[in-house]
């Protein structure tokens, strides 16, 4: 279970972990764990100096660079009251960091204290800022969506992450949540796992596609890109026919910011699409990207780039 | 039995096309765990309990050699022998020689997992005596040739029809699909083999150190035939099995029956301390106890010694996502599913067994359910972290990674490397790979995601682009108001 912390100040200064994957395919997420963390009064900075948090390598058991990469994330995140991150798995993996030093190193104090003030968004929201803070702005929200939420195993048994994202949506006007069956199993994504056994990493996604088409809910929403990628990707192969009763894949703190003008994770953007097939040009196509990066820069700009 | 964990892509492969064997394992899938939280639930102290049994387990791997000893005096003092065997050969080694003390024929025996870790029945087979399995599971799998693939329901990887053709070609009677008089069938061979069989071998859940007495806990009875029928009894065990006290393996069942089948407790629980004494009613004459080690002491100190404190109730295997849908047949070798995971590469080596600590998604399921909390998933990652050092990670696993850890530790470089990345799939998106849908379907490269889902694409610029654009912009507009 997550421990709770009270903030020090009346505006953590939070280091926002951006996780490669929210990085590279889902920029959004990002801004939106922003945007809901400069609506608590958070002072949010995106440290220069990340990159992963190391998993890959500390699962494939290279113990060796799974530790230099802590060593530079603890660098880059030193001056910070919290690290919080759109992700369980990697928090988790940073709940590991201690493991990767001997006693005597001094990085292994510092990779225990960083270990103790980083925290899965939602978790953070609801455990250290509490549910107060945000509970004007969600009330203020009418999302009116069906939604299943899928259990992450490491912020489900690592970091006891299973009501704060739920009772957060509840917040929502006109928002239902809809348990799935099993919502709580793995849906065969396991980082490298999926690539190292395709198969049967495929048949924990159709079963775990069984459970989110059964639960009649329009939105599957989770807090790790990574089991969402994988599960948006296998109900688009299914409903490939028939994308109409498609559900859409989101990252919890979309909705909760209220950033749903964006498509579905792995969904076509009508945007880019009218773009395109005004010129069927390429560059057309790329540049409604960016007007569509642009957008997603609106809010709160007073936050200082990095330290 | 062969050991064919190498192969275990390959048989899971397989295991996935098979229509029989998914629908078993989606029953089996459906019935432990759910009686198992339901017997949970009845116990609020369960958790409590599951810390005594790992404290436990932990206070006696630290005194192991204490207890065997002591475990081994009360046997001798009770009349009984011990013997020690270092390897699964030594172990049918001197179970053979015991059997031929008696001029044995046929040997009865109740399930033992141990048995099949040293491959008993095959050595006595080929020394000239019948071996019978009198666990109903085991006894099916006995009459086809088969072995085990689960540790508490070893025949789950077959249905009725199985079954009927395997009963209709050994016990020559009409054919039935009954499951009563199928039953009635088995019992009625086995009688006459309990009847007539020189030695009993069983194996034992756990074995008593005050007392010298070695337990069985079985839900058919076989267990108990077994080993007071004959004059001989001979209980193969491993030495991780030893506990201090009756009450202490009273703690043990509590665990055990709730964990494996949500039972509160097994139906028999069997002691059996020494052979029969003077005005006993029944017993056999000689009591022998095997003690495996095959390479267990050499877990004792090292970072795998909390695997010893598995008491083989099977919720780790119930439970896994991965197990639930390739079948313990895939594993290759003795032990299934998480625990297999650990266990198999001690027994057989990492070079052979790598396959298994590695599939998995490291979901934490099996830890969660784990009677005396074995950090299953910890322990897989050292077989990982073993077969990395050992260089024995797949090439191209070990190029991959490489060249990721070279960006990860160079965030300048990382930076302009997923900004790449980002743009190159989204080009990838919008041709004839993708269709213009947002999603990849096929990557070249990436065929082991694409084969079978789609690979959604990237949004836009990246997170850190984007964000950085976004500083510049606030910085400008505060410069020129
Ligand atoms: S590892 Fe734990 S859950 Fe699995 S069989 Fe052993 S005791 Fe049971």
């Given at each position: 279970m997550s421990q709770q912390h009270t903030p020090q100040t009346a505006s953590p200064n939070v280091g926002l972990f951006i996780t490669c994957l929210a990085d590279m395919f889902r920029p959004s997420i990002g801004f939106a764990t922003v945007k809901l963390l400069e609506q608590t009064g958070c002072r949010v900075s995106v440290p220069e100096?990340?990159?992963?948090?190391?998993q890959p390598a500390y699962n494939t058991g290279d113990r060796r660079t799974s530790a230099e990469i802590a060593r530079m994330t603890i660098d880059a995140f030193a001056g910070y009251e919290y690290l919080v991150a759109p992700s369980g798995s990697c928090v988790g993996m940073i709940k590991y960091y201690p493991e990767l030093f001997d006693a005597e190193d001094p990085y292994q104090q510092q990779a225990q204290a960083l270990a103790d003030r980083s925290y899965e968004i939602t978790s953070f929201l609801f455990d250290v800022i509490g549910i107060e803070a945000l509970q004007q702005q969600l009330q203020q929200l009418t999302i009116p969506r069906t939604v299943t939420y899928h259990d992450s195993c490491s912020g489900l048994r690592q970091l006891g992450i299973k009501q704060q994202p739920r009772e957060l949506l509840k917040q929502i006007n006109g928002l239902q949540i809809e348990e799935m069956t099993e919502a709580e199993t793995c849906c065969g994504f396991g980082g490298t796992f999926c690539v190292k056994y395709p198969e049967i990493s495929n048949r924990m996604v159709s079963n775990k596609s069984e459970f989110i088409n059964g639960s009649g809910a329009d939105t599957l929403v989770g807090g790790d890109l990574g089991c969402l990628l994988n599960m948006a990707g296998k109900l688009q192969r299914l409903g490939k026919d028939n994308p109409d009763t498609l559900v859409e894949a989101r990252h919890v703190v979309e909705i909760l910011a209220d950033m749903l003008d964006t498509p579905g994770?792995?969904?076509?953007d009508v945007r880019r699409l009218q773009a395109a097939s005004s010129s069927a040009d390429l560059s057309a196509d790329l540049s409604a990207d960016f007007a569509l990066g642009t957008e997603l820069k609106s809010s709160a700009a007073q936050s200082e780039t990095t330290r | 039995m062969d050991i064919n964990t190498p192969f275990f892509k390959a048989r899971a492969s397989e295991a996935l096309q098979d229509a029989n064997l998914q629908q078993a394992l989606g029953n089996l899938k459906q019935g432990f765990p759910h009686k198992r939280a339901i017997a949970v639930e009845r116990m609020p102290e369960f958790d409590a309990l599951r810390d005594q049994g790992r404290d436990l387990k932990n206070h006696i791997l630290e005194h192991l050699d204490l207890y065997l000893e002591q475990f081994e005096s009360r046997v001798t003092e009770n009349g009984g022998h011990v013997h020690w065997a270092r390897t699964g050969e030594d172990a049918n080694q001197i179970i053979l020689d015991i059997c031929q003390q008696v001029n044995a024929k046929t040997v009865t025996k109740g399930k033992s997992m141990v048995s099949e870790e040293t491959g008993l029945n095959d050595y006595l087979e080929k020394n000239g005596i019948q071996p019978v399995e009198t666990d109903l599971g085991e006894y099916i799998l006995q009459l086809r040739g088969d072995h085990p693939?689960?540790?508490?329901?070893?025949?789950?990887?077959?249905n009725l029809e199985d079954v009927s053709e395997a009963f209709h070609e050994h016990h020559h009677k009409p054919k039935s699909d009954d499951p009563v008089t199928l039953m009635q069938e088995a019992r009625e061979a086995l009688r006459e083999k309990f009847v007539v069989a020189d030695v009993g071998i069983t194996g034992a859940n756990f074995c008593v150190a005050e007392t010298g007495s070695t337990i069985i806990v079985t839900n058919e009875g076989n267990g108990d035939l077994t080993q007071t029928l004959p004059k001989t009894h001979i209980v193969i065990t491993s030495i991780e099995k030893v506990v201090p006290t009756l009450e202490d393996m009273t703690l043990f069942l509590r665990l055990l029956a709730r964990s494996a089948t949500g039972q509160e407790f097994t139906v028999y629980n069997t002691l059996s301390s020494g052979p029969r004494r003077e005005g006993d009613q029944d017993g056999p004459d000689n009591f022998h106890v095997v003690l495996v080690d095959n390479g267990r002491s050499e877990m004792v100190g090292s970072q795998f010694q909390e695997m010893l404190r598995c008491i083989r109730c099977s919720a780790c295997m119930n439970h896994c996502p991965v197990y639930g849908a390739v079948g313990g047949h895939s594993y290759g070798w003795v032990y299934p599913g998480p625990m297999g995971s650990v266990l198999t590469p001690k027994m057989i080596g990492i070079e052979k067994g790598a396959a298994l600590p590695n599939a998995?998604?490291?979901?934490?399921k099996c830890e969660s359910v784990c009677p005396v909390r074995i950090p299953l998933p910890k322990l897989m990652r050292h077989w990982r972290e073993d077969e990395f050092s050992k260089h024995l990670t797949p090439k191209a696993a070990r190029y991959g990674l490489g060249s990721w850890a070279f960006l990860a530790k160079r965030p300048t470089l990382y930076k302009q490397f997923t900004r790449l990345s980002s743009w190159g799939l989204k080009l990838l998106a919008n041709s004839p790979f993708g269709?213009?849908?947002?999603?990849?379907?096929s990557i070249p490269l990436a065929g082991g995601w694409t084969d079978f889902r789609n690979m959604p694409a990237p949004q836009g610029d990246t997170f850190m682009q984007q964000w950085k654009q976004r500083q510049n912009a606030a910085q400008t507009d505060g410069e020129s108001s």
């Open positions: 100096q990340q990159t992963c948090c190391g994770i792995g969904e076509q | 693939s689960h540790i508490i329901a070893p025949a789950i990887h077959l998995s998604t490291f979901c934490g269709g213009k849908k947002g999603t990849l379907e």
